[in-house]
C-alpha cells in the first residue's frame, strides 16, 4: 500500500563540523546512507533497474519539484517508481541517444537517530550523446529521507528539486520548502 504521508524525520544533527555524535553506529550509518545515494546514480545510468529498485522501500515516494515535461509530478511505489524511471531512462537512451551521467556530491545526513535519516545532496546531470558529445542537462538537489530495516538503509521519500534548493530547518515544514 502506498504511504500517504511522509516519514516523521529525525532531530536536526548539530551544525556541520561538529563532532560530539560522531561514535562508530553514526559514522557506518552515515557512510551506509551515503552508499545508497550514489548507488541511485550507478544504478539508474547503467540501467540496472532492479537493483535500483531495492533501494527503495516498498511504499516509496519520489517527488519532482518542478516536473519534467511529460513526467507526473510524484511517483509512489517501488514498483511505479521503478516503471517511472526506467521510461524515463529508455525515452532519453532510444529517443535521444542520450545516456545520462548522473553527478550526485555534496551529500549531508542532517538527520539521524540511528533507525530513520534525512539526507541533503546536489545533483548535475550530463548526457553522453551517440554522436560522442556531451551536454549538460540539469541540475538541483535531493531532499532524501531513509528507513533502516535491520541493518540495511532504504529511500522512503525521494525529492528532486530541479529550480530552488530547499533550507535545512529544525522542523520541515510542509510545503515547496519542506519535506517530500
Known amino acids: 500500500m502506498p504511504r500517504t504521508t511522509a516519514p516523521t524525520p529525525a532531530p536536526l544533527l548539530p ?13 557506518a550509518d552515515r557512510a551506509a546512507i551515503q552508499d545508497v545515494i550514489a548507488a541511485y546514480s550507478l544504478y539508474y545510468d547503467s540501467g540496472d533497474f532492479e537493483a535500483l ?24 511505489t517501488r514498483e511505479r517508481i521503478v516503471f517511472a524511471m526506467a521510461a524515463l531512462y529508455r525515452h532519453h537512451t532510444e529517443t535521444r541517444g542520450a545516456h545520462q551521467r548522473h553527478l550526485t556530491g555534496n551529500t549531508v545526513v542532517v538527520r539521524s537517530d540511528g533507525n530513520t535519516a534525512e539526507a541533503r545532496s546536489l545533483l548535475s546531470v550530463t548526457f553522453a550523446l551517440d554522436d560522442g558529445s556531451h551536454e549538460i542537462g540539469r541540475s538541483g538537489s535531493y531532499v532524501d529521507l531513509l528507513e533502516k530495516d535491520g541493518d540495511r538503509w532504504r529511500i522512503a521519500s525521494r525529492h528532486l528539486w530541479l529550480r530552488d534548493l530547499p533550507r535545512v530547518t529544525a522542523t520541515p515544514p510542509d510545503g515547496p520548502e519542506g519535506r517530500a
Open 15 to 27: 551544525a556541520p563540523g561538529s563532532t560530539g555524535h560522531l561514535d562508530a553506529a553514526f559514522l
Open 53 to 76: 529498485g531495492d533501494l527503495f522501500t516498498e511504499d516509496a515516494s519520489f517527488t519532482f519539484t518542478p516536473a519534467p515535461e511529460g513526467f507526473p509530478p510524484s511517483v509512489t
